[in-house]
């Protein structure tokens, strides 16, 4: 979740395939992702050393859109002892929040926490959106190999907010990850964390040390061609979303601006726990899901369960489903 440090941490046969509805799609959604998520190490050892994986699901999601690649990169998960009250923080709501988690089969308790940094392909070039942990817990680079894509062959790098899960991997052993990047992120989510009297020591160890490096931009500037930041205040002040359009089509990479995969999206007006400002927080997430759902955009959540990739549907007034797009393995 969004801490200010980043932490270290069918079988083939003649019976027919029963349909899934929406909620045990979203019960098995958790499950799956973890499993794909941490598919064995050992596994991709065993493969020849010069063909990378191919097949989605060790620990990276490839999605054509248009005329992009989206890949959805695990970073990991971290272990989460109580969905709420951190996922679904308003108050006077606890016991609804927790009745619809019981109702969708969504762990309450002893579960896990997401992190989804997104690599897009576009006119021959790499941009990364966030950088996931760092650290001995983050699983980023290892993941990005496994899908064939080695840290230098990262042409741009665009960080969505300052939080230490988002920019811990931002370096590694005090250099750069993505060496010959260009570093872009917004300049008042920036100049927030590096004015700060006491900074952490994520901001410390990846934006002020890397401050020479970072090109500062705009709400609606492009990012590169293709790429446009759109301004989603409220987990952060200044928190930006990334706009993608190729070929007809979209994705909007939501970053912290979605929150929880199933509260923040059926419930108008919730929050979660590290929203900077809650109410704000809400209004932004009405504005965007009711975007994506208009534009029939493609959405991604930073922390929604893996493969973390799919659609909204909207279910009424202020009110939306995450779809994930069913899985493929090519």
Known sequence: MSNDTPSNDTPSNATPARSLDRRDALRLLGTAGVLAAAAPLARAQ?????????????????????????????????????????????????????ATLAEYNVAAQNTVNHFNPVLI?????????????GGTGGQL???????GIEPETINTVF???????????????G???????????????????VTQATPNDAVKNNLIALKDQFKLIQPGQEIVPGLTTVATPGHTLNHLSVLA???????????DAGGHFLLSLKYRGAYVGFDTNGD?????RQQIFDRIVSGNLWVTGYHFPFHAIGHLRRLGEGSYEFEPTVWNWS
């Open 280 to 284: 704000q927080a809400a209004q932004t």
């Open 46 to 98: 065993t493969a020849p050393a010069a063909a990378p994986a191919t097949l989605n699901g060790n620990g990276f999601y490839r999605q054509r859109i248009g005329n992009m690649t989206v890949t959805v990169v695990s970073d990991g998960t971290s272990p989460l002892a109580a969905l709420l009250p951190t996922w679904g923080a308003n108050p006077d709501r606890q016991a609804e929040f927790a």
């Open 159 to 173: 960080i969505t907010h300052g939080h230490g899960d988002h920019i811990g991997g931002l370096t590694t052993a």
């Open 175 to 193: 250099k750069p990850t993505f060496a010959n990047a260009q570093h872009i992120m917004g300049e008042a989510e920036f100049n927030f964390w």
């Open 141 to 147: 680079v290892g993941n990005l190999r496994r899908a």
């Open 121 to 133: 392909e576009l006119d021959g070039k790499r941009i990364l959106i966030d950088t996931g942990r």
């Open 245 to 255: 359009q190729s070929g007809g089509q979209g994705i909007m990479i939501l970053g």
